[in-house]
């Protein structure tokens, strides 16, 4: 005969951490959304409040795409040597260290991680890819190449401008590294949307990149919903380049909504495993059972 279950169950732990960033991050400082609006991030375990966070809008959009291009066109951050550049990176890597146990707990606590994978994984790979990318800032170098006569081809590789950049809710802080880290050591500013199942994390680092030195307005982060915050970044004519992991359809309503803009390209991330190429339409380039899309020029 079995024995019957227990019907005492143990209470979740109730994580040691004061939540104090929850507005949106424009031209260095924390604001509250125009709107006044705020949306509720939800503790995966027990489905309680964790805490009421700034939803951030059209308008606010357009204030963090108007500070980011004012730090791309007039502040230092572009203009900076990429020496100067890699060392607040790596300034910000030691702060990811120095604080992992907070930005471990947070994560956490948001996404429903265990622990053991945010603080002993993700942090410390987060903090590596800073390094990495810090490591990059001064080492991408143009090109000169021999023509046909006396003439030779000279390549320069240059900061594209403004970008903006949409990541997911399942691994908040690596998608967060994955799209800030490349574009910060080549000298672009950034105006990036977190999904509104996870958005305290990338304040926090956002605060810690800031006190690591980073200009301000050259990070932005807006919290809040696709259909309005990342749709006005998805279509915003006055930025460059558009980052976006999400959805396979998601993806489609993204590449829909920059066709009518002056982007470079697109690139991103969709889940899908079918890999596949059509002539004149985007590319798309099957990898470890997603596939990677960049629509060109």
């Not at 279950?5 to 960033?21: C, V």
């Not at 970044?233 to 993204?254: C, M, N, P, Q, R």
């Amino acid at each position: 005969m079995e024995e019957p279950l227990p019907e005492a169950i143990a209470e979740p732990i109730k994580p040691d951490i004061s939540i104090s960033l929850t507005k949106l991050l424009i031209d260095g400082k924390f604001v509250d959304a125009a709107s006044g609006k705020t949306f509720p991030t939800i503790d995966p375990r027990t489905e309680e409040i964790i805490a009421h966070v700034a939803e951030g809008d059209v308008e606010d959009v357009n204030r963090a795409v108007k500070a980011a291009r004012r730090a791309f066109d007039k502040g230092p951050w572009p203009k900076m040597t990429p020496y100067e550049r890699s060392k607040i990176l790596l300034r910000f890597a030691d702060l990811i260290d120095k604080h992992s146990d907070e930005l471990a707990t947070l994560e956490s606590l948001d996404s429903g991680k265990t622990y053991q994978q945010s603080r002993y994984v993700e942090i410390p790979t987060m903090a590596r890819l800073f390094c990495y990318y810090a490591g990059w800032a001064d080492k991408t170098h143009g090109l000169t190449v021999r023509a046909d006569g006396p003439h030779s081809v000279q390549f320069l590789h240059e900061p594209i401008g403004v970008a903006g950049q949409i990541i997911p809710w399942n691994f908040p802080l690596l998608m967060f590294s994955w799209k800030v880290g490349p574009a910060l050591a080549c000298g672009n500013t950034i105006v990036l949307k977190t999904v509104e199942q996870t958005p305290l994390s990338a304040l926090l680092v956002g605060k810690l990149l800031h006190e690591a030195g980073l200009p301000e307005g050259v990070l932005n982060i807006i919290s809040g919903y696709g259909h309005t915050a990342g749709a006005a970044i998805s279509s915003h004519l006055d930025i460059d380049k558009l980052a976006f992991t999400g959805s396979t359809e998601v993806g489609k309503i993204v590449s829909q909504a920059t066709a009518a803009t002056d982007f470079g390209g697109v690139r991103g991330k969709k889940k899908n495993k079918n890999g596949f190429f059509l002539e004149g339409c985007t590319p798309f380039y099957w990898h470890g059972g997603e596939s990677s899309f960049e629509e060109g020029d």
